[in-house]
């Protein structure tokens, strides 16, 4: 018998909720996909408390989206990274950046990140599709800059957080 109620339903919704439903997950796959691979960046910019960021990290290696790899043996450090199960979030992550850029800021605030497709050379959008060529987007076949405001966000982030160390 299967002990979550999610594991009983066909809802692919459902089951993928119980592995990325909730706000810490999502914001530490958020970091992966920026290539913050280590536990400390990955904890100041999601702003979860060590336990939280621990405990997501833990499940989602579980679930098979990321992966531990050694970057320092004394003292033992890791860094995480994204599976292929992990990389095939990225249009969800895309999906949620679309909607909240467009539901959830006021257009005056501009985008946080402006995604160039490097096929064409121009302005991705919001996806799924470029906005300049019609042509799918892929990660792999994007860059993200992120705008200077932005930017300027997650550095006073950054420091914050190496102030209380």
Aim: with cysteine.
């Amino acid at each position: 018998m299967k002990d979550n109620a999610a594991d009983q339903t066909l809802c692919p919704v459902a089951r993928a909720e119980t592995v990325v439903g909730d706000r810490w997950t999502v914001l530490v796959l958020r970091e992966l996909f920026a290539r913050n691979h280590r536990f400390e960046e990955i904890q100041a910019q999601s702003g979860g408390t060590p336990q939280m960021i621990t405990a997501r990290l833990k499940k989602l290696e579980a679930d098979g989206l990321v992966t531990r790899r050694v970057y320092n043996k004394r003292p033992l450090r890791h860094e995480y990274h994204l599976t292929e199960k992990g990389e095939a979030f990225f249009p969800v992550l895309m999906a949620l950046r679309a909607w909240g850029e467009t539901w959830c800021k006021s257009p005056k605030e501009g985008r946080a990140v402006n995604y160039i497709h490097l096929r064409c050379g121009e302005s991705a959008g919001l996806g799924p599709v470029c906005e300049s060529c019609g042509e799918p987007v892929r990660r792999a076949d994007m860059v993200g800059k992120r705008t200077p405001k932005y930017q300027r966000e997650r550095d006073a982030r950054w420091e914050a957080f190496k102030a209380t160390r």
